[in-house]
């Protein structure tokens, strides 16, 4: 037994410049951890609550301090992510902040690995298996909610599918993010970048394609080995009255599934992300069918926002195949891994996601080696998305 002794809250910026929440949490052998709770922009209905970061501080320190701090084992993580919940009461944290919830449990996690003189992802369970790494997807354009007048898809993202090491998968994202630049350059377009470091250009949904198209074939040409794209439409965001509000049309939902339908087929889509609203399961599933003889992972983020409960429903009436995991979107550790158990258990992918609001913590790329995750999504580049890169590769190397 390894009784958490000491949780220090602070308030530390974001890489929006917005305050969120960092845990310190102490052990009595003197195990550590720190974590720091990340925040989306494009934000699903259903997810747990974040508080103003101030505000989930002084609560979490009134209310659930003195639960954790010599009550709980950080070798039992469900203990302590238990202790978190009781001290909340509302099963959507809404009364503690999601935020300082989550940034405990995973300092938590981080403590007991300590302690235990581990790293975080086989205190998890895991192990690096060399050759089976999560290929991470790069955002390389962006739009929707991350970026105003951009494209009305959220997200453009390169697969390197064919890298043989995470090295190499790393490197191939950001020379396509590199080589994206160079084509809007040739083009006479200018382009700022979004909130996870995406080029933002003023440009249609068809440019885009057009362009990842271009890119892609540029880098593959240069690295020797396939690449592919993906998307995240973030659909829920472009909702309005029963139709999809595109900013050169709009479309009904029965409109919205053919047309996806076609995007992935032409253009070999391996990921699709949210095409519909988040309350669309039914749709979700007749989009699932429709794309059933392809490899596209059909994911739910909004959709399922890594509750066991939505997940099931999805299960239930075959909505996509593929699960986006984001920790504070549930609140803890306990909570996420309970929501990976269910979609592996029912032959769903999982993709291991950052926020658009982010920060240097890197517990994401330990939960995707710990859980033999297919994928993550870290963005390519700035510092807060390349910390997840960069441990990647150094798991890697230790595994070596």
Known sequence: MTLLTDVQLRPVLDSRGNATVEADVTTEDGGFGRAAAPSGASTGEYEAIELPARESIEKTTEHALPHLEGEVDVNHQRDVDNALHEADGTGNFSEIGANSAVAISMAAAK???????????????????????????????????????????????????????????????????????????????????????????????????????????????????????????????????????????????????????????DYDLIYCEDPLDENDFEGTAELTEAVSDTDCRLCGDDLFVTNVSRLQEGIDTGAGNTILIKPNQIGSMSDTMDAIELAVRNGYETVISHRSGETEDTTIAHIAVATDAGFIKTGAVAGERTAKLNELMRIADRAA
């Open 111 to 265: 403590a007991g690995a300590d302690s235990n003189g581990v790293p975080l992802y086989k205190h998890l369970g895991g192990a690096f298996r060399g050759e089976n790494f999560p290929i991470p997807f790069g955002n390389v354009i962006g739009g929707g909610e991350h970026a105003k007048d951009a494209t009305d898809i959220q997200e453009f993202l390169g697969a390197p599918v064919g890298a043989p090491t995470i090295e190499d998968a790393v490197f191939a994202n950001a020379n396509l993010h590199a080589t994206v630049g160079d084509i809007l350059d040739e083009r006479g377009v200018g382009a700022g970048k979004g909130d996870e470091g995406a080029w933002a250009p003023p440009i249609s949904d068809a440019d885009a394609f057009e362009i990842m198209e271009e890119a892609v074939t540029r880098v593959e040409e240069d690295v020797g080995f396939e690449i592919r794209f993906g998307l995240d439409v973030a659909a829920s965001e472009m909702y309005e009255d029963g139709e999809y509000v595109y900013s050169d049309t709009t479309r009904s939902p029965e409109e919205q599934i053919e047309y996806m339908a076609d995007l992935i087929q």
